[in-house]
Every structure is written in C-alpha cells, then in structure tokens.
C-alpha cells in the first residue's frame, strides 16, 4: 500500500507546485463562462455598418500604374468619399478616387468617422495619436488615434492613423476579459501566447497532478463510502466498538457495519488525531486492538505503513482504515473520551 | 466532525464529480499548448505566394451590367490569385468574382486548373489522394451552404487543402492535428453536439464544482503542511 502512499505524497507536492495556477485556471474559466462575450467585443458599442453605396467603378488602371507592385486595390467610400485602398508590400495607402491625392488623416477625420459609428451612450471627450504600445492598444498596428469617449464602459475606439480604419475598442468589459485571459494564458507579457515554455511546464504538472487525483478517487473509495452513504437513510447491521482508555475508562458504542471506524468515531463526535484527515499517511490516527469476536488482527490492513510489524503484531491500526465487521474492544488515548 | 476529516471526504467526493473533467481539461490544455498554433494552422503546408497583381497592363474595367445589377456595392477589390488578376465585390448579394483580363464574371475552374493551383502552393511532399467538389462547406469548416473543392494529399496528417471554385483562392487547410485541436477545444469548452459550450450549464457546474473541489484541496493542504511542522 506504500504504492498508493507514495502518490498521496506526490499529489501533496503537485498540489504545491501547481495548485495556484490551477486555482486561476478555474476561475478565470468560470470568469469566461459567465462574461458576455458581445459585450467584450464591443459590438454594442461600435456599428461599423455602413450601409453598401458604391454605385459604379472607378478607374483602377491609373492607381495601378502608379503602384505595379500593388498587391491589393480595394474601391470603397468612407463619409461618401469613394477610396482606394492600395497594398503595396508592408505598406498601405489611402487615396481619393478622383482627384488621386492621398487622403488626409487628420484628427478631424477620425472624429467625425468615430462620431458617425459610436452607437453608445457617451459624448466623445479626446482624440490622441498614440505611438507607444501599452495594454489598451497592443492589438492593433500604431500608430493609432485613440478617441475616449466618457460612458460607464470606459469606450476607446482605435483607428490606424496611417488609413483611417476602425481597428477596435477596448471597453472594461474587455480589460476585465483580457486580465483573466492573461491569467489563463499565463501570458504576462504581449497577451495571446499560449505556446511558451512558461504554461507548458505547468500543463505538464498539471496533468500529473490530475491523473494521480484520479488515481487517488479510484483507490481511496470503496464499498465503505458508499454504505456510509446509504446508512444515512436506512438501518443497518450494527457492531459494539468498546473505547478502553489506559486509565480504565470505557465507553461502549453501536457502529454501523462496514463504517471505517474513524468515521463512525467521528459521527459519534469522538474525534482522533489527524493531519491528512483519513488519508492513512500521517499515522496520528492509531489505536491499538485489544478484542475482537472476529480475527481482525490481520485483515484489512488497509494503508498501515505508517506502523511497522511488531507494531502490528501488538495489535495497532489506523482507524481511518480499518473498517468495523465485529464487535471488537480499542484502547484510545485518555484524552479522547475526555 | 473533525474539521480536517470532514475536508478531506469533502474533497474526495466533489473529485469523484468533477475529476474526469479536470483530467480531460488538463489533456487538452497541454495540447494546445504544446502543439505551436501555427503548426495547427498549417502554415508549414503552403508556400508564401508571390501576391502582386499580375498583368497589371491588361486589366479591363469590369462590364457596367454587371455593377448595376449588384448595385449599390460594399467594396470592389483588385488583386491575384495564382497569377490571375480578379475583382472580388462585396455587396448584400454576397461576394462576387470578375475576372479582371476580360471583366465579366470568373468561369468556374475546372479540376485540372485547381489541380494546377493545389501543386503550386502545396508544399509538403506527398502526392494528391482526392479533389473533389463539395455542394457545401464540410463539418470541419463550419457547414456553409457555398459549394467548395477539396484536394487530400496522402500524408500521415491527412492534410487537405480547401480552394473556392470561382476565385481559386486557398479557403483553408486541414491536417489531423487541426483537427485533433478541434475535438479537444470542444472537450475543453465542454460543447457535445453542438450543445452546451463556455457558457453552457455543463461549463458552469463542472468548473464550479472543480472550483470548489481546488479550494478544498488547498485548505487541506494547508492543514497538511502546518500538522506536519508541528
């Protein structure tokens, strides 16, 4: 029985190794499952909906002389403007489809497109060009106007400066869903990583860590725990355990038959010593077997080896693993029936 | 009840719940994280394509029938798929392929030139097991009603590159590790059949008996280490 032992102690170790991650793990997934996920993507917040308006096509061959290495040309219309959108590499331009001048992207520009689409309920406060990446803005390519906006969510809506175009929001909603995804993530840096030796050394412990729990569910219940279980609602054979102190004070007792003797002790409120509360590796809990209508000495061993064999011979157990199927007769320590 | 002894048989039995689930999470979470995202998403499959317009000089207008049955539209974009220039327009009548050399709508491609596209861009080493055509979108890409070609390459991964019919453009790719990745989200999320998911109740009970079961775990061990010490 060291076997299983031997996995109570490594789930102990585990539990100190991983047991805060895992704890953040649940509850930034609980987090998840209760967030509204609209709601951290802002949708309710920005309708970049405008309505289809381009009713004939531009002449794309100018713009394409002008960039032979253009990846992508893309004919669109902001605030009733008709764009071209022009890829070139790394790089894209914004131009105006008549007179073929870059467009300007100023801030009143962005107001008055941010302005158009915010559908929430505050005024827009600020508008600020910002180049430096912090953990609002790390999402998207700076630099990037950010316009405020003063409603309860804390609404910044970022455009590129370089083509005008919305590049998100970022609301508390978000900011909350982006902190427990960095828990979740273990990812402390530029969030989203999950693949860094940080988070994979600790799924590795954890699966460890799960699959003796498993293996500790499998090998600590048995038939006891479930008789426990149904004893609660119907009667069953029931055995004498006689409490015998060294002082020669004794107490009698009914116990349920099959009932590890440390939980019928503990239904009656006769509390044993213990530190692993019944795990049988602490050994605090032993009492030492005196009578027995049935030669109980060597059966159910149970998980003993916290006692050693001449311990044994004498007649020692630990409660927390021997179970009643006799009447039999114990010595406890004084100070339990006090 | 002893406070220690009542810990721990409530820790036992919230683990005979949910401990399953916590298994399966553990599994599945080192998955993810194991197996980088980018080789999940099959990068390593495609070559980079050179994406410049092609044919930059022969590029006609698109014929105006064809805008002003589609009008008013969302945007038109010029560029190429395997070195054929398209105009694809958006508009609420879905998206539109015009072939950019003669400006009417992109004929169909055939077999052989998806064929042609597939070995072009592939760029692993196995041959091609199967193309097929598909009246819709399959399980593993979500089941759209828009019909899609489908090239498997005979690898231990089974790969598969996904091409759309008119445009030629490269739609996805699978591989088994993709699709392992898949199956294991799902697990993960808790989302049978497309029943339940994050916000499912099999999510709330089970993270929140775990929750329960994590916090018992911790006060015992709490117990454990500051008995031990005594």
Redesign the interface.
Known sequence: MTFINNFKRLH?WL??LV?IQ??L???S??V???ID?RVVNGGFIYGDN????????E???KI??RY?????????VLLGQPLFKVVVGEDVKVIDAKSLEDLVIDKALIEQIAEKNYIGGGRLVEAILVSEINDDNRRFNLPSWQINFDDEFETHLYFSAKTGQYQGVSTNSWRTFDFFMMLHFMDYGQRGD??HWL??FA??V??F???S??L??YS??SRK?FVMLINRFYQHKKFTVTLVTENGEKKKLKIDRDVRL?DAL??Q?I??D??????GI?G?CRVKLINADKDVLLDHLGDHDTLNDEELKQGYRLACQLSVDSNIEIEVPAEVLS | ??R??????T??WL??LA??Q??I???S??Y??????DIIHGDHLVKPQK???VD?TK?V??K?SI??EL??????????YFDHPVYEI???KGLVIVDALTGTRKERLSKESIEKQADQIYAGQASIASINLLNEYPGELGGRKQSIWQVEYDDWLLSTLYFDPNSGRLVSKRTDLWRAFDFLWLLHIMEYKGVGG??GIF??IF??T??LM??F??W??F??L???HQ
Request: glycine residues 8%.
């Open positions: 102990k539990a100190l047991g895992l704890l793990w649940v509850i997934g609980i998840f499952s209760f996920h405008q309505k289809p308006q381009i009713t004939e096509l002449d794309f061959s394409l002389a032979p290495t253009a990846t992508e040309i893309s004919q669109y999950f693949n988070i994979i799924a590795i954890l699966l860590f799960s699959m729990g498993m500790l569910v600590s219940f725990d440390m503990s239904d409120n509390e044993l213990s530190v692993c509360g019944g795990g602490c605090f | 009840m002893k220690i002894f009542w810990l721990r048989k820790h036992k683990a005979l401990g399953i916590v298994l999470w553990s599994i979470g080192l993810m994280t194991v197996v980088d995202i994406a410049e317009i930059s590029i207008a698109i105006p805008i002003s009008a008013p539209l969302q945007s038109i974009r010029l560029k190429s958006r508009s609420e994050m916000t999510f709330r993270s929140i775990s929750l994590a916090l775990g911790s015992l061990l117990y454990r500051k008995g031990e």
